[in-house]
């Protein structure tokens, strides 16, 4: 059973189009970190949020929280082809010393 | 600086054996923990090792075990192998035994024919 459901499961979009990948559940998590993971490569953390209602910004990237602390989004403004890749949300939870991930979104950045 | 090293790569098993993974954590990194991931799924977490004690153990049989020795490597081994334990092994590695804070290493790709 995955705590951390993720939508969409699959997206292709044109280069330069803008996405939004959702990370949702009904637990609450003391951090919420994104990875992307290329294909027999391990996740690469690219920003970790701790705070309800944060907001992080990696160049075209966008990362928010919910204010519960039980969500967060992903936003990628004009996509490039270099951001194909799956992409996985991970929480965290006080007490336990492990990732919970998500379902993950695969992207496909078509040229 | 090397990151987080894991052997073999690729590895191809037949039901019943038994196999060990290996994992070298980023120098300094005293936690080290182990995943499995099942082709279009996200990584399910299997065992966590800090100062070679285990602090937490994901809902896995008893067939999958896993130590650390004194420089903080780790191996998982997993017995009597079945078809669905064929998935990429994970290791990660960070300074203290928190739920964040991971470097992942490439992975061991696991078939089980």
């Known amino acids: 059973t995955q705590l951390l459901e993720q939508s969409p499961q699959f997206l292709s979009i044109q280069e330069g189009e803008n996405l939004t990948v959702y990370c949702n559940s009904s637990?609450?998590?003391?951090?919420l970190q994104w990875y992307r993971q290329e294909p027999g490569e391990g996740p690469v953390l690219l920003v970790t949020?701790?705070?309800?209602?944060e907001v992080k910004k990696l160049k075209r990237l966008t990362f928010q929280f919910g204010d519960a602390r039980k969500d967060s989004s992903l936003h990628i403004t004009a996509a490039q082809t270099g951001d194909t890749g799956l992409y996985l949300c991970?929480?965290?939870?006080?007490?336990?010393?492990?990732?919970?991930f998500g379902t993950g979104t695969r992207l496909t950045v078509i040229p | 600086d090397a990151g987080v090293t894991q052997s073999p790569t690729h590895l191809i098993k037949t039901r019943g054996q038994h196999v060990t993974l290996r994992c070298s954590p980023i120098?300094?990194?005293?936690?080290v923990s182990w995943y499995q991931q099942v082709l279009g799924q996200g990584p399910q977490f299997i065992f966590q090792?800090?100062?070679?004690?285990?602090?937490g153990r994901g809902n896995f049989p008893d067939r999958f075990s896993a130590r650390q020795f004194p420089n903080y490597s780790s191996e998982l081994n997993v017995n009597a192998l079945l078809l669905g334990d064929s998935a990429l092994y994970l290791c990660?590695?960070?300074?203290?035994?928190?739920?964040?804070?991971?470097?992942f290493g490439s992975g061991t790709r696991l078939t089980v024919v």
């Open positions: 990660a590695s960070s300074l203290v035994a928190v739920g964040y804070g991971y470097t």
């Open positions: 637990s609450v998590f003391s951090s």
């Open positions: 949020v701790v705070t309800g209602g």
């Open positions: 991970a929480g965290d939870q006080t007490g336990a010393n492990n990732l919970f």
């Open positions: 120098s300094g990194h005293k936690s």
């Open positions: 090792y800090y100062e070679k004690e285990e602090r």
